[in-house]
């Protein structure tokens, strides 16, 4: 990540002239961290993605309704982390699993990140019991069992 955020900076000095420290207030650096939320974290494509969302966004909102921008930023952040958790690039995941959804139910299951499982067979119904009591005593067996004398008496 450090060799991204040097790679960034270097492109960023040619497109304002200058840089002071001034460029990275905590509003910058939370916008930056929107972008990455809003387009997807985890992925490159999903940080390049919210970066043009939420930037047309500003572009937007900072002509029509300069004093609203800053709501909008934070609704736009909360309502991705509660509805959108991966961001547009998870969003766009879950149309294409759904599109591409198997007809025959067993033959794939789409997990929430996106992953394919093959669903386990249903376990085969338990074997009937077998009633040890109720079977006859096997023939030439004895199936009495001796009884102990009682305590006190003696044995004659």
């Known amino acids: ?14 497109q304002v002239g200058i840089i002071n420290p001034s460029e990275m207030s905590p509003a910058n650096s939370i916008e930056i961290a929107i972008w990455t939320a809003v387009g ?10 919210g970066a043009f969302i939420v930037n047309g966004a500003k572009s937007f909102f900072t002509v029509a309704f300069p004093e609203y921008w800053l ?3 934070g609704f736009l952040f ?3 982390t509660l509805y959108m958790p991966d961001g547009v690039v998870g969003l766009a995941k879950q149309l294409r699993a759904r599109l591409h959804r198997p007809r025959d139910p067993m033959a794939a299951v789409v ?3 996106g992953a394919t499982a093959t669903p386990m ?5 338990p074997a009937k019991p077998v009633n040890t009591l109720a079977t006859p ?8 069992l001796p009884t102990a004398p009682a305590a006190g008496s003696s044995p004659s």
Request: glycine residues 14%; positive net charge; hydrophobic residues 50%.
């Open 121 to 125: 067979a249903a376990p085969a119904p």
């Open 71 to 73: 709501f909008v930023l």
């Open 137 to 144: 005593p096997a023939r030439g067996l004895n199936t009495t």
């Open 1 to 14: 990540s450090a060799c991204m955020a040097g790679v960034a900076g270097a492109l960023y000095v040619p």
């Open 111 to 113: 997990t929430k990140r």
């Open 40 to 49: 997807g974290r985890g992925t490159l494509v999903g940080a390049i993605l």
């Open 78 to 80: 909360i309502a991705v």
